[in-house]
């Protein structure tokens, strides 16, 4: 199973995007899901979970300006950005999640990616 990110690109400071996730060979629509960001010579970092019982979490750095969301109708899931800053730059990519002795874990290999470039 392989999620796929879409609809990064090149956007300025102030402005907004919408990534779209497909799943291909998956249904995940009872699944735990994530977005994930990773910057140049830095780490991949979680940046939204949407839990399948409801809710959502967020990282500090983007509480208030990002929205995770998903249609299962479509398969599909999204993360809405807004207010864009040069550090959300980096390569999105999406997974499927689940919570494990604490900790967040990935169930699926990593797809390509889609690219965010913020611009001041």
């Known amino acids: 199973v392989q999620l796929q990110a879409s609809g990064g690109g090149l956007v300025q400071v102030g402005g907004s995007l919408r990534l779209s996730c497909t799943g291909s060979?998956?249904?995940?629509?009872?699944?735990?899901v994530a977005w994930y960001r990773q910057a140049e010579e830095k780490q991949r970092e979680v940046v939204a979970v949407l839990w399948s019982a409801g809710g959502a979490n967020y990282a500090e750095s983007v509480k208030g300006r990002f929205t995770i969301s998903r249609d299962n109708v479509k398969n599909t899931m999204y993360l809405q950005m807004t207010s864009l800053k040069p550090e959300d730059t980096g390569v999105y990519y999406c997974?499927?999640?689940?919570?494990?002795?604490?900790?967040?874990?990935?169930?699926?290999?990593w797809g390509q990616g889609t690219q965010v470039t913020v611009s001041s």
């Open positions: 997974n499927r999640v689940r919570l494990r002795t604490g900790q967040l874990r990935t169930l699926d290999a």
């Open positions: 060979g998956t249904a995940f629509g009872s699944d735990d």
